[in-house]
């Protein structure tokens, strides 16, 4: 699970061009069905982040939330290709 956290990150600060990312996992707060998740967050000096909060955006549109996802999974799938020719 941590490995594929690692990749996912990288992949999140690569696609939106982040200099870093905030990775918090979550068990049973505030959540009506107890699971386990990890939150990805880019970041950026002075983005406003405190402790776990930080200021929230949406997206402008659908096509906009899409491009990021899009964006993501393009890096996921490079990282996945150069860690396999990696060995």
């Known amino acids: 699970m941590m490995s594929r956290t690692q990749l996912l990150a990288r992949?999140?600060?690569a696609a939106v061009?982040?200099?870093g990312t905030f990775i918090a996992i979550n068990?049973?707060?505030s959540q009506t069905v107890p699971h386990l998740h990890i939150h990805i967050v880019p970041r950026r000096r002075r983005d406003g982040l405190k402790g776990f909060f930080w200021p929230r955006q949406n997206?402008?549109?659908d096509?906009?939330?899409e491009a990021v996802r899009?964006?993501?999974e393009r890096e996921v799938g490079k990282?996945?290709?150069q860690d396999e020719q990696a060995g």
């Open 63 to 65: 096509l906009a939330r």
């Open 11 to 13: 992949a999140v600060e």
């Open 79 to 81: 990282l996945q290709r």
């Open 27 to 29: 068990n049973q707060v």
């Open 70 to 72: 899009d964006a993501i």
């Open 17 to 19: 061009d982040a200099e």
């Open 59 to 61: 997206y402008k549109d």
